[in-house]
């Protein structure tokens, strides 16, 4: 297995631009969460997803749209980037559990910086 | 809402030292309780867990024992090694363990 996959891992963009930051997981979990990661502030929930067609948002989601077509695929879009959204962002998958509390697993992360 | 407060960062100890970083946490419920670990340019793993009041988790001789009445999760190791040296992240679950809040993380820095 892969495991959680995430590409690119580094991208620079100018202000104004959008992307999308893939993650790919082959281990048929059905939660998918995308975080960020700003220097003393840990990780920040921007969108999670409990299954495919299901998405929710989390503590930071201005900005930032998210779709899940597919288990194995949680794309996170940035519509129109801003500096404020410069970050480290990591994708996260959990298999749930009846009564929950299970392990999620981290990608590697994307390095964004926006001009 | 929910939270976790960590210790701040960064901690400098000498090979074989004793470590705790302290953790404590507002929740409603019983959430489940985390540690992860994060190593320079890697995406975080998870070291230890707990989910239940006085369940100690324990991985790679670190361990953190789930104290509700205390509302803490601190992490120990009796002997650090320079490969400890990362960034530790405590974290607490939602009950479908779907959403994690974390804690800003304590750097860790174990020099020989």
């Known amino acids: 297995n892969a495991g959680v996959t995430q590409t690119p891992k580094f991208q620079v963009l100018k202000t104004g631009q959008s992307m999308t930051l893939q993650c790919a997981q082959d281990m048929n979990h059905e939660y998918m969460s995308w975080y960020r990661q700003d220097p003393g502030m840990g990780l920040r929930l921007i969108h999670y997803s409990v299954g495919a067609g299901i998405t929710d948002q989390g503590e930071v989601p201005n900005g930032y749209n998210v779709s899940r077509s597919t288990t194995e695929d949680f794309p996170l879009r940035l519509l129109s980037a801003a500096p404020s959204q410069t970050s480290v962002y990591f994708c996260?998958?959990?298999?749930?559990?009846?009564?929950?509390?299970?392990?999620?697993?981290f990608g590697p992360g994307t390095r964004l910086t926006v001009l | 809402g929910d939270s976790v407060t960590q210790m701040e960062g960064p901690v400098t100890l000498s090979e074989e030292a004793f470590l705790t970083i302290n953790c404590t946490y507002t929740a409603t419920g019983y959430p489940s309780l985390f540690w992860y670990v994060q190593y320079p340019g890697e995406g975080l793993q998870l070291l230890l867990k707990?989910?239940?009041?006085?369940d100690k988790g324990s991985n790679k001789g670190f361990e953190a024992t789930y104290r509700k009445e205390t509302t803490s999760f601190h992490l120990e190791k009796g002997s650090v090694q320079v490969s400890d040296s990362a960034v530790y992240f405590c974290?607490?679950?939602?009950?479908?363990?779907?959403?994690?809040?974390f804690g800003q993380g304590t750097e860790l820095s174990v020099k020989p």
């Open positions: 974290a607490l679950s939602d009950r479908l363990g779907g959403k994690l809040i």
């Open positions: 996260a998958s959990t298999p749930p559990t009846a009564g929950g509390y299970n392990e999620q697993f």
């Open positions: 707990a989910t239940k009041a006085d």
